[in-house]
C-alpha cells in the first residue's frame, strides 16, 4: 500500500496541538489517489479494471481544482454587508461563489453597513463541535468572538453540545442563539434548556430564544444585527448543531434553491440517520425524549 506521504511527500510538520483537520485529510487523499491514477501508465490503465477504462488524462492543476472543492454547509464561508437592523444589503462567498449563491442586491443608499462572516457547518455532536471550534481557532484570531446560532437532533448529549459551544464564547451564554429545526427528529427548545439546566440556570442564562417562534429565521436575524452593533469586534456568526437547520438557514440567507418536500422529510426523520451525522459519533449513546 502507499501512503499520501510516499504519493504526495511529507509535509512540513505544525505545531496543531494534535489536531486533525479532516476536510484538509480528506482534500489530501484525494489529491493522493488522483496523482497515483494520473502516474500509472497508459499500459497500466488498459490493463486495470473496467473502473478504470474511462478515466482520460488529468493535469496536476485540474486535480488541484477538483480536490478542492467543498460541499455545502462544511465550513463554508459568506461575507454579508448587514445594516444595523440585521437586513443583509449585499452577499457574497469565499471562496468565490456556486451558481446558487445568494444575488447581491444593490446596497441601501446611506444606509450605515457592517461586514460580516457567517459560517455554516453541518457540526451535530460534541466530538465535531470541537473539531468546528478548533478549526475556527486555527482560521481565525482568537481575539475574532464567536456567536453561535445552533440546534440539534433528539438523540445527541444536547448537555455537552451547548457545554462545548460555551467553551469558545468563555461562558458567554448571550453569544448562543438557540433554534429548533422544522424536522421530526429534532430537538425541542424546551428539552434542550432542561438540559442545560445546571450549565447556565433557568431560563437559559441569557441564551437567546424565542418559544413563539422557535425556527432558524428570526435567530439568524436578531445575530446578525447583534453582531452588527458590535462597534469594537468583528464577531463571527456560526450556524451549526444539527444538518436539519441548513436548508432553512441558507434560505434566510438568501440563497434561492430546490428543498425536500414536507413528505421527504417526514420520511428522513423515521430513525434513519444521514450519512454525514456519522462524523465524530464516537461511543456516544443515543438519548431519545418521550415527552
Given at each position: 500500500?502507499?501512503?499520501?506521504?510516499d504519493v504526495l511527500g511529507t509535509r512540513r510538520e505544525r505545531d496543531d496541538g494534535g489536531f486533525v483537520d479532516y476536510d484538509e485529510q480528506n482534500g489530501r487523499l484525494a489529491r493522493a489517489a488522483l496523482t497515483?491514477?494520473?502516474?500509472?501508465?497508459?499500459?497500466?490503465?488498459?490493463?486495470?479494471?473496467?473502473?478504470?477504462?474511462?478515466?482520460?488524462?488529468?493535469?496536476?492543476?485540474?486535480?488541484?481544482?477538483?480536490?478542492?472543492?467543498?460541499?455545502?454547509?462544511?465550513?463554508?464561508?459568506?461575507?454579508?454587508?448587514?445594516?444595523?437592523?440585521?437586513?443583509?444589503?449585499?452577499?457574497?462567498?469565499?471562496?468565490?461563489?456556486?451558481?446558487?449563491?445568494?444575488?447581491?442586491?444593490?446596497?441601501?443608499?446611506?444606509?450605515?453597513?457592517?461586514?460580516?462572516?457567517?459560517?455554516?457547518?453541518?457540526?451535530?455532536?460534541?466530538?465535531?463541535?470541537?473539531?468546528?471550534?478548533?478549526?475556527?481557532?486555527?482560521?481565525?484570531?482568537?481575539?475574532?468572538?464567536?456567536?453561535?446560532?445552533?440546534?440539534?437532533?433528539?438523540?445527541?448529549?444536547?448537555?455537552?453540545?451547548?457545554?462545548?459551544?460555551?467553551?469558545?464564547?468563555?461562558?458567554?451564554?448571550?453569544?448562543?442563539?438557540?433554534?429548533?429545526?422544522?424536522?421530526?427528529?429534532?430537538?425541542?427548545?424546551?428539552?434542550?434548556?432542561?438540559?442545560?439546566?445546571?450549565?447556565?440556570?433557568?431560563?437559559?442564562?441569557?441564551?437567546?430564544?424565542?418559544?413563539?417562534?422557535?425556527?432558524?429565521?428570526?435567530?439568524?436575524?436578531?445575530?446578525?444585527?447583534?453582531?452588527?452593533?458590535?462597534?469594537?469586534?468583528?464577531?463571527?456568526?456560526?450556524?451549526?448543531?444539527?444538518?436539519?437547520?441548513?436548508?432553512?438557514?441558507?434560505?434566510?440567507?438568501?440563497?434561492?434553491?430546490?428543498?425536500?418536500?414536507?413528505?421527504?422529510?417526514e420520511m428522513a426523520g423515521a430513525n434513519l440517520k444521514y450519512g454525514q451525522e456519522n462524523f465524530g459519533e464516537v461511543g456516544s449513546?443515543?438519548?431519545?425524549?418521550?415527552?
Open positions: 500500500y502507499f501512503t499520501c506521504d497515483m491514477v494520473r502516474r500509472m501508465s497508459r499500459d497500466e490503465r488498459e490493463n486495470s479494471p473496467t473502473m478504470f477504462d474511462k478515466i482520460k488524462d488529468i493535469s496536476e492543476e485540474q486535480i488541484k481544482e477538483g480536490t478542492s472543492q467543498r460541499p455545502p454547509c462544511r465550513f463554508e464561508i459568506l461575507t454579508l454587508n448587514v445594516d444595523c437592523d440585521g437586513t443583509i444589503l449585499t452577499s457574497g462567498t469565499f471562496p468565490p461563489p456556486p451558481q446558487n449563491a445568494p444575488p447581491s442586491p444593490q446596497p441601501h443608499e446611506n444606509k450605515p453597513s457592517k461586514q460580516i462572516t457567517v459560517i455554516l457547518d453541518v457540526a451535530h455532536n460534541p466530538q465535531a463541535m470541537e473539531h468546528l471550534i478548533h478549526k475556527l481557532r486555527s482560521t481565525y484570531p482568537s481575539s475574532r468572538p464567536v456567536r453561535f446560532i445552533a440546534g440539534f437532533s433528539n438523540d445527541k448529549d444536547l448537555r455537552q453540545c451547548v457545554d462545548t459551544l460555551l467553551s469558545a464564547t468563555d461562558g458567554d451564554a448571550t453569544r448562543v442563539h438557540l433554534v429548533e429545526a422544522s424536522h421530526p427528529r429534532a430537538a425541542s427548545l424546551e428539552r434542550i434548556l432542561r438540559e442545560t439546566k445546571d450549565l447556565v440556570g433557568d431560563g437559559g442564562g441569557g441564551m437567546y430564544y424565542d418559544k413563539n417562534d422557535v425556527g432558524v429565521t428570526n435567530q439568524i436575524k436578531l445575530g446578525l444585527r447583534l453582531a452588527a452593533a458590535a462597534a469594537e469586534s468583528d464577531e463571527i456568526v456560526v450556524v451549526c448543531g444539527s444538518v436539519f437547520l441548513m436548508a432553512e438557514a441558507r434560505e434566510a440567507l438568501g440563497f434561492d434553491e430546490p428543498r425536500d418536500s414536507e413528505y421527504v422529510a449513546a443515543g438519548v431519545t425524549d418521550s415527552s
